[in-house]
């Protein structure tokens, strides 16, 4: 009996061996293929925040629906809309699976962000993208981009964007965030046509890095600079895949006057100084000195003397000037400027702060 059993454990221990050498490789192969195909790659989460969008949303979600990539959750957050947008939301919810439908009171596009963010990690999303809900997207647009993030690995994918000045030509491998950062070409719309490893997404104490919902214009470029500063590679993908809607009628691109957007400029480079000193990512220092004074400095004198938030935010401003940790020579060669900004403000540091 002993015998027989031996026999038979070894008869059906060398049919396994060769199973396993003649028909294995094939589908470890077929499993690779399926991979970088971006088929297998882990789930995807399309976060839409909605306001008011009932012309335009439609076309949107259908082009979700319509996604090659199977492994897919779309996110939609209505944000309290007075219009048709919370029905055409609602009957998406309703008819697919994997279309979830959040409702909240209208706290702007940035809690509705957050709130998507937060029902992603919910759905244990391995990537995350942001569709605008008056902007569409390629139906290869998820299928190809994951594809990109694993064939390079890469924490951050970029395709090109019909509507906005993304014209770049080639495939590229950044190494670094700040030499991703400097490409205006890539970064014009900020989170639109992107995609996130939601790795990225937490500060390494497992809290969320979510947006600024106190920032009412470049909330998402602030964004995108500290979740990016996180990265070690990022990729361009040269292809057409999302359709940008420019100048809706209401958007708050197009309704903001000069001097609230100043204002809101000026309150956005502050918390990225002010959150990425909190990360300690000290590299993206000397990057954030160079954007204020080309470009941040001049918000605040636009400002009239008079304005009362004027004090108020060049103050914070040169505090987080001061709290970056860049060269004494940095300093000197903007010491006019820094000069000016001590006389619109109440904060006198002194050179060793």
Known sequence: MARKFSISFFMLLLSWVFFNQAFGFKFSAA?????????????????VPIYNTDPFLEECLQSLKNQTYEDLEVILINDGSTDKSGKIARGYS?????????????????????????EAFRLHANFVSFVDSDDWVNKDYIKKMVSASVKHNSEVVVCRSIGKKTNFAKERIYDSPTS?????????????????????LHDGSGNLITFPEKIKYGEDAAWHEVVSSGS???????????????????????????????????????????????????????????????????????????????????????KNIYNLEVSEGKLQK????????????DYTPSLSA
Not at 184 to 191: A, D, G, L
């Open 180 to 200: 991703f950062l400097k490409d205006e070409r890539i970064n014009s719309i900020f989170v639109h046509h992107k995609l996130y490893k939601l790795s990225l």
């Open 31 to 47: 499993a690779l293929n399926l991979q970088r195909n971006g088929l297998s790659s882990g789930k995807v989460a399309v976060i």
């Open 232 to 318: 070690k590679r990022f990729v361009t993908l040269p292809q057409d895949l999302y359709f940008y809607r420019q100048h809706r009628r209401g958007s708050a691109n197009t309704s903001m006057n000069k001097v609230t957007k100043a204002k809101e400029q000026v309150k956005e480079i502050c918390w990225v100084c002010e959150k990425i000193k909190s990360l300690n990512r000290r590299e993206m220092d000397d990057f954030n000195f160079d954007k204020i004074f080309n470009f941040y400095f001049k918000k605040i004198c636009y400002l009239n003397d008079e304005d009362s938030d004027k004090k108020a935010l060049a103050s914070r401003l040169l």
């Open 334 to 345: 903007q010491s006019e400027k820094i000069k000016i900004l001590k006389r619109f403000s």
């Open 94 to 118: 309703e008819s697919y699976e994997n279309f979830h439908l959040l409702e909240q009171k209208n706290m702007g596009v940035s809690a509705a962000r957050n709130n998507g963010l937060r």
